[in-house]
């Protein structure tokens, strides 16, 4: 278990609609990162939240906007959807405030959506 | 533009063999952060290391190893006396900046199934 919880586990829905992704990081962590992995364009980077602020900024979609709240849980929301946003998201926290900190990344289970 | 190549699509060895899995990046940062991470077949993520472009030094983790190269811009990850449970996807991934911020790319991934 690596602490960090990512909420729902699976999620299906249709075209167009929204959907928000829950992550809570581990205790203490105050970055996390998100990303999305799917068949067609493998894993990539969507976002990054240090502390309540964006810090970097991948292949996210405009479609796609994500924020870091005072408790440091973070949700990334998806509108608009399409089914080629079918994947897995993951989140992942640290202490570091960048990818490039000495601190270890630890990543949630992942949450699947399917867009039908 | 920032790229990293993992030629081996799927690599198969027998337990207690060692097996190296390739990893060429492109950047022209000079500051730069290079990841490895292993997915195995239950679909988590898991961080395996974090290498900055400043240190060149290898590192052995148990009987995991890393061999960076600024040379060949490479680097390659090597499992001594692979286990079943080595069996899982790899990616290597790299973080650069540019004039728009934070970059993060992944690689395909290496497929590694380590037989019995």
């Known amino acids: 278990d690596s602490g960090v919880t990512q909420t729902p586990k699976h999620l299906i829905t249709a075209t167009g609609q929204r959907v928000t992704l829950r992550c809570s990081p581990r205790?203490?962590?105050?970055?996390v990162y998100w990303y999305q992995q799917s068949l067609d364009q493998g894993l990539q980077f969507l976002i990054h939240?240090?502390?309540?602020?964006?810090?970097a900024k991948g292949n996210i979609l405009e479609r796609f906007s994500a924020q870091q709240f005072p408790d440091l849980h973070s949700e990334l929301n998806l509108s608009s959807l399409e089914l080629g946003d079918s994947a897995l998201y993951f989140c992942?926290?640290?202490?570091?405030?960048?990818?490039?900190?000495?601190?270890?990344?630890?990543f949630g289970p992942g949450t699947r959506l399917t867009v039908l | 533009a920032q790229k990293v190549t993992q030629a081996q699509t799927e690599i198969s060895v027998v337990e207690k063999e060692d097996v190296t899995l390739d990893c060429v990046y492109e950047?022209?940062?000079?500051?730069?952060?290079l990841f490895w991470y292993k997915q195995p077949p239950s679909g988590e993520l898991v961080f395996l290391i974090r290498?900055?472009?400043?240190?060149?030094q290898n590192e052995i983790s148990g009987r995991y190893s890393w061999n960076f190269q600024k040379s060949t811009s490479s680097f390659n990850f090597t499992i001594t006396a692979s286990q079943v449970v080595d069996s899982a996807v790899y990616f290597c991934?790299?973080?650069?900046?540019?004039?728009?911020?934070?970059?993060?790319?992944f690689g395909p991934g290496t497929r590694l199934s380590v037989l019995p």
């Open positions: 992942a926290s640290s202490a570091a405030p960048s990818s490039g900190g000495n601190n270890e990344q630890f």
């Open positions: 205790s203490g962590d105050l970055s």
């Open positions: 939240y240090y502390n309540g602020e964006e810090r």
């Open positions: 950047t022209r940062d000079t500051t730069y952060y």
């Open positions: 290498r900055n472009s400043f240190d060149e």
């Open positions: 991934a790299l973080s650069d900046f540019d004039n728009y911020g934070q970059n993060f790319v």
